[in-house]
């Protein structure tokens, strides 16, 4: 198994004095505020599906060591994963994957009771949404922001717009009755997007606090030896010069 990525490198960052951090956590705090998603954070702090750990059942260990299912091997790798008590985001970094990709696994695995089922109805709606499985007014019923009678009363008015060629998407419908707020589409919509982005993160790339000596220790190495192989090409160029002239007729 690769290496806990994300956690090494949140722990360099933590490393950092706390007025370094005061501006990171800003920056970042800014940045969500732009993409609709700070009171999504708030409101699920604890219930974010890329930190999801997920658990094994029964099931998916057997599965796991006999492979009795023939799966695609990228299934057993995700399986592992959990075995070894990754959380989503994890797993995506070292499976090479979007969480887009991983929540389409976890959704099958969910559905073969390969893993069990989140406790956080958020959990399983998000998943579920980012996969493809569930469109928009399915993931707000599911994560019971709205009830069934609203999503029935959203539908039934989808469905009088469409008799008169009028089409308006569920999400928009649920906002216009007053059911969910626009900030909530909007952030639905920009967690499915770059769920689909892919992300790589070596944290040998991310300097910590005593690398740059490492790195100029690293540069006068590599220039001392840089010095001696200029040393010997001089060398090696005088006696073809000495050779020249000798024959030099």
């Known amino acids: 198994m690769k290496r806990n990525v994300f956690k090494l490198f949140v722990n ?15 920056r970042l705090y800014q940045n969500m505020k732009e993409n609709y998603c700070e009171s999504y954070i708030i409101k699920n702090i604890d219930n974010i599906f890329a930190m999801h750990i997920p658990t094994l059942t029964f099931q998916g260990k057997n599965e796991l060591w006999d492979k009795a299912g023939g799966l695609d091997s990228n299934i057993y790798n995700f399986l592992k994963y959990v075995h070894s008590e990754y959380n989503i985001l994890e797993i995506a970094l070292n499976m090479f994957l979007s969480i887009e990709e991983v929540a389409k696994y976890y959704i099958f695995c969910l559905e073969q009771n390969y893993i069990e089922a989140p406790e956080a ?6 998943a579920g949404f980012i996969a493809g499985k569930f469109p928009t007014g399915d993931y707000f019923l599911k994560n019971g922001t709205i009830t ?3 999503f029935d009363a959203a539908i039934a008015e989808q469905k009088r717009m469409d008799d008169r060629g009028q089409h308006e998407l569920i999400g928009k419908i649920l906002v216009r009755l007053g059911f969910i707020t626009e900030e909530s589409v909007k952030t639905l919509f920009r967690l499915k997007s770059d769920a689909k982005k892919r992300f790589v993160l070596d944290p040998d790339i991310y300097p910590s606090i005593e690398e740059p ?3 100029i220790k690293k540069l006068e190495t590599e220039l001392e030896a840089l ?12 006696k073809i010069v000495e050779m020249v002239k000798k024959y030099d007729y």
Not at 12 to 25: E, R
Not at 121 to 126: G, L, P, T
Not at 227 to 238: C, D, Y
């Open 148 to 150: 069934i009678d609203q």
């Open 227 to 238: 010095k001696k192989e200029n040393q010997a090409l001089k060398h090696s160029m005088a």
């Open 12 to 26: 360099k960052l933590l490393a950092y004095p706390l007025w370094v951090k005061q501006a990171v956590y800003y």
């Open 121 to 126: 109805d958020e959990i399983y709606a998000m």
């Open 213 to 215: 000596v490492n790195d």
